[in-house]
């Protein structure tokens, strides 16, 4: 798959593997210094002034690669190196055996008078901090204001974890080799990144599936389209699903509304708001193709799920924290039908995951719970009841710390750890957003506009989800869709976007990817 992420150690044995099919090594840093060069040729005149700062490695081949055919192309090169060149070794040494210009010590001056500076100090695979000389030098490209070219990562950044451990490179543009890693897309890297490339070297796709098996892809069409749901020509609304959104009480249920309109614009061929009575006539007064039907209790909502045309349900939005809502959750989960949880519903479960020292929470609405200790009763209980049943959570980096206090690592591990703890994909939502699924398939979203960050958003995804779950599209294929083409609604609707104007702009996105994966990924 074009788009797996490789962690820098998944990157060396694709590398390795590469070598043993034939492919010598000299031949990849090759390829790989020339892609850098054409990357700097299209970004500077022809004959501009460009400062190639190499580093120790391999990174630092790359970069006398560069500079030769740059030079070669009549531009006006300054390499400079980190250490003494008799000390390369390897592919590297080789390299810098190719150049034929002079090689000048790593001196913070060395930016003055440049129209660019390619940086090739230090790969993915630096987990230190930089200092000395190397963070000196980060520091005077960063004051520099020139255009940066970063070679796999800006220095300083962590290529699996997309974090600095000290000084890093700002880059405005990076190019990397044969496929990205988790750490070009993860905040902050993505940001440090700037516009990212991606250069066939020459190593062959079938590495991938000689060893490899990538379990973390950047969330594009590729991923989910052949999955994703076409009404059949045959087919009537009852056959494309039919989705439940459960409201809030009078005054919190616009939440609701416009979950139930993300649902019905992904194609449910049906939609109910399960209203309590005190929001019955606000619902009434602004639904029209969604449809109302009033919900008092967990009991009630067990009722209208008994229906199993019903078969996929949201509760969260707008529903209120506490006991109430987690039997009503806690109903919707023994239904059997797709269930979707955020906001609310989640937090209505906070504190009673097991290794929180709290007590399992108790749902009233069946009363055996109250006498029968054994009963499942933390949300990974009620999830591993019926584990064939789709279980979407989306929380935002708030509510996963109260559900899941005490998880470490990048948000990627986090994400994952959650979904196989739980059961349920986790949709950590985010600038940088992670759709998790139990079985370690991880996806990370990147093309979401800073204009998602305003009220009411999160309701239209989840809606979204829950549409597409209706449909029976596989639960993190579903997620991990709803998720782009969220974010894919937002940029076509530019900037101004407020929640309201999702559901009504995701026609336009999602006729995108009706016209083939091409047409899908090149506003990418």
Known sequence: MNCALLTTGEMTRADQAAVALGVPSTTLMQNAGRAVADAAMAMVKPGSRIAVLCGPGNNGGDGFVAARHLKRASYDVRLHLLGDKSALKGDAAEMARWWDGPVRPLDPYAVESMNLVIDALFGAGLTRALDGLAAEMVAAVNASGLPVLAVDVPSGLDGTT????????????????????????????????????????????AVLNDG??????????????????????????YARG??????????HSGAARLAARGALRAGAGLVTVASPPSALPENAAHLTAVMLTPCESAEALARILSDKRKNALLIGPGAGVGGDTADMAAAALRSGASVVLDADALTSFAGREPGTGAEKI??????SLTDDPRQPATLSDLIAEQPQRPVVATPHEGEFARLWPGSSGTKL??????????????????????????????????????????????????????????????????????????GEAARHFGPGLIAEDLPDTLPAAMAEIEKGP???????
């Open 162 to 205: 997309g974090t600095a451990a000290g000084p890093v490179v700002q880059a405005t543009r990076t190019v990397t080799f044969f496929r990205k890693k988790p750490g070009h897309l993860l905040l902050p890297g993505r940001a440090l990144c700037g516009e990212i490339n991606v250069a066939d070297i020459g190593i062959p796709a």
């Open 212 to 237: 490899l098996a990538p379990k973390t892809f950047e969330n594009t069409p590729e991923l989910w389209l052949e999955t994703f749901p076409r009404p059949r020509m045959d087919a009537h609304k």
């Open 242 to 251: 039919h989705a439940v959104v459960v409201s809030g009480p009078a005054f």
């Open 362 to 367: 108790r749902f009233g609405f069946t009363a």
């Open 413 to 486: 591990d986090r994400a994952r750890t959650a979904a196989m703890k739980s059961g349920a994909i986790v949709i950590l939502k985010g600038a940088d957003t992670v759709i998790a699924a139990p079985d370690g398939r991880a996806a990370i979203n990147a093309n979401a506009p800073p204009s998602l960050a305003t009220a009411g958003s999160g309701d239209v995804l989840a809606g979204i989800v829950t549409g597409f779950l209706a449909q029976a599209m596989p639960p993190f294929e579903a997620a991990c869709a709803a998720v782009w083409l969220h």
């Open 518 to 524: 091409a047409a899908a990924t090149e506003r990418e």
